[in-house]
């Protein structure tokens, strides 16, 4: 494939691979219900999905209706997708025929499912809010919930989850959580309500607290190879690769000022690479004067404000840099590697928003 701007994301579809299976031998054969909300993380969540099916995942999960359809409308058809957040209650018919499961996390939405009308069953999972403060009906609603929707026609409660708040910080917290969920299923099970499928653990769970495991586990970011710990050198190797190339290389004398602002001023002559890429392809603005890349193999610094399509590097002490050298933002050269964690933890958020915000106008590349 041509890259015609010379900005681009580099998917290993080999490693996706290899951390899914890492995550079935983990999870020891439950289901796996893969999360390609948000674009995948920003992986491409067609492509990503359509590996995933092939090679035999149970479920997929995503944030909204729109967002399952868009899989469907990419021919991801065998694969049942559960949609985790709001859906309109005019997709009900929708959902139902694309076998879209929808989650019930709030009472009052049981009217909209009475009201439902379609010939295809329903599949509703009913998200429990155990603590986590977001969305979910509340432990002592559930009985009632599910009861009702086991008495409606064409709607199937098939499966019940929760999740977790503090499965990569808190452990007793989680426990709190669990001793919650458990007794909703030991209340269920007494009265011989038995969903198909019973989930709760995210990544961070799914490595730490196997007593969270259930029939199916909801992996994200450990698909993608990150962790969900914010540490580099775990089990999983990112999937995602962040690059661009130089397109303009300069000498430039003491007192030159670089980007908006003048908030860079040289003092001494350098030599600066201008690299096209910028905050709306996902580089944070908030790596302005405080970033680093990889070219030729070695760090560098980000040099004044990140702008909106470009950025300047410091490339005075590479050898032989020209237009159409490699840079890499996210990602390994040579000996060196610059992580998502890295950077996160470089301007005080999480590896999770560094790749589900790299732009849309940022071509994905993927590696078989
Ligand atoms: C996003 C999400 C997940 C996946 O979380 P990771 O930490 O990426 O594994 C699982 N379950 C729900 C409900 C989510 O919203």
Do not use: C
């Amino acid at each position: 494939m041509e890259i015609i701007r010379p900005t681009w994301v580099e998917i290993d579809l080999k490693k996706l691979k290899n951390n899914f299976d890492k995550i079935k031998k983990i999870s020891g054969g439950r289901k796996i219900i893969g999360v390609v909300k948000a674009d995948a993380y920003g992986h491409g969540a067609e492509k990503i999905s359509k590996a995933l099916e092939e090679w035999g995942i149970d479920f997929l999960a995503v944030a909204s209706f729109e967002e399952a359809m868009r899989l469907r409308r990419a021919g991801i058809k065998k694969t049942p997708v559960l949609v985790l957040g709001y859906v309109n209650p005019s997709a009900l018919k929708e959902a139902a025929i694309n076998n879209i499961h929808i989650t019930l996390f709030n009472v009052r939405f049981i009217e909209k499912l009475h009201s439902y009308e379609g010939k295809h069953t329903l599949n509703v999972h009913i998200n429990v809010d155990t603590g986590m403060g977001r969305i979910g009906v509340f432990p002592e609603e559930v009985l009632d919930t599910a009861n009702e929707i086991k008495n409606m026609e064409n709607v199937n409660f098939f499966g019940i989850y929760t999740h977790f708040s503090t499965a990569d910080s808190d452990p007793e917290y989680l426990q709190v959580q669990l001793a919650r969920f458990k007794r909703i299923l030991y209340e269920l099970g007494s009265r011989n309500i038995k969903p198909k499928l019973i989930h709760a653990a995210n990544s961070a769970a799914i490595l730490n607290f196997n007593e969270t495991l259930f029939d199916a586990v909801r992996p994200g970011i450990i698909l993608y190879g990150l962790s969900p710990f914010q540490k580099d050198n775990h089990a999983f190797e990112p999937v995602l690769s962040f690059k661009t190339r130089v397109i303009y290389v300069k000498r430039i004398p003491s007192g030159t000022s670089i980007s908006y602002g003048r908030r860079f001023i040289s003092k001494k002559k350098m030599i600066v690479a201008t690299i096209p890429v910028g905050y709306a392809d996902g580089l944070p603005r908030a790596l302005s004067n405080k970033g680093e890349v990889l070219i030729k193999g070695k760090r560098v610094k980000i040099l004044g404000n990140v702008t909106m399509d470009q950025t300047v590097i410091d490339v005075s002490g590479i050898p032989n840099v020209h237009s159409g050298n490699e840079v890499v933002l996210i990602g390994k050269q040579g000996d060196e590697e610059i992580t998502a964690t890295e950077i996160a933890k470089k301007i005080g958020t999480i590896n999770y928003e560094i790749i589900s915000r790299i732009g849309k106008r940022v071509e994905r590349i993927y590696i078989k």
